[in-house]
T-cell receptor, first 117, second 110 residues
């Protein structure tokens, strides 16, 4: 248990569906992240939220829409996805220090395995 | 952020030390070396990090060469549960991002 939970753990959806992935951290952290891990590819950073503000958006298609309502919760809203979006979606959290971001000691959740048909 | 080079895969006998090398010849002065691992079907797990001094924690030791161009992660007594992909990442601590490469797949064998 890392203190970061993700639901659902598995999701199968059609290309016309709308679904949401949820992440919750119980560590008191103030920064949260979404990563994508496709088969046989390295993890790719998608979004970063710090103090509930989005500070990073790595050219992610608009069919992925993140939401961070508070420092403990992070959502990834999905709509009109493509089969190539099938991947493991990982959430992580870390603590921003008073002297700046501390992106690098991150705690990851178990991921949501997404399959788009 | 500096790029790293790691062997694709390594084997280690259970109970022996696992020494995982990483080259980061273009590392700059304010970049740290981080190690994470990812056990199959789980999220990555932070292991250790360092700047220039050797570091040790309950999981592993990190040995960084004096010129900081390479490092070695040491798991002193590998167990079967240490079988995972190990990622060496070089990044600025304050503003850098974690750029994951392909990592080293460590197989611990009985």
């Amino acid at each position: 248990e890392t203190g970061v939970t993700q639901t659902p753990r598995h999701l199968v959806m059609g290309m016309t569906n709308k679904k949401s992935l949820k992440c919750e951290q119980h560590l008191g952290h103030n920064a949260m992240y979404w990563y994508k891990q496709s088969a046989k590819k390295p993890l790719e950073l998608m979004f970063v939220y710090s103090l509930e503000e989005r500070v990073e958006n790595n050219s992610v298609p608009s069919r992925f829409s993140p939401e961070c309502p508070n420092s403990s919760h992070l959502f990834l809203h999905l709509h009109t996805l493509q089969p190539e979006d099938s991947a493991l979606y990982l959430c992580a959290s870390s603590q921003e220090t008073p002297v700046g971001f501390s992106y690098n000691e991150q705690f990851f959740g178990p991921g949501t395995r997404l399959t788009v048909l | 952020d500096a790029k790293t080079t790691q062997p694709t895969s390594m084997d280690c006998a259970e109970g022996r030390a696992a020494n995982l090398p990483c080259n980061h010849s273009t590392i700059s002065g304010n970049e740290y070396v981080y190690w994470y691992r990812q056990i199959h079907s789980q999220g990555p797990q932070y292991i250790i990090h360092g700047l220039k001094n050797n570091e040790t924690n309950e999981m592993a030791s990190l040995i960084i060469t004096e010129d900081r161009k390479s490092s070695t992660l040491i798991l002193p007594h590998a167990t079967l549960r240490d079988t995972a992909v190990y990622y060496c990442i070089v990044s600025q601590r304050r503003s850098g991002k974690l750029i994951f490469g392909q990592g080293t797949t460590l197989q611990v064998k009985p």
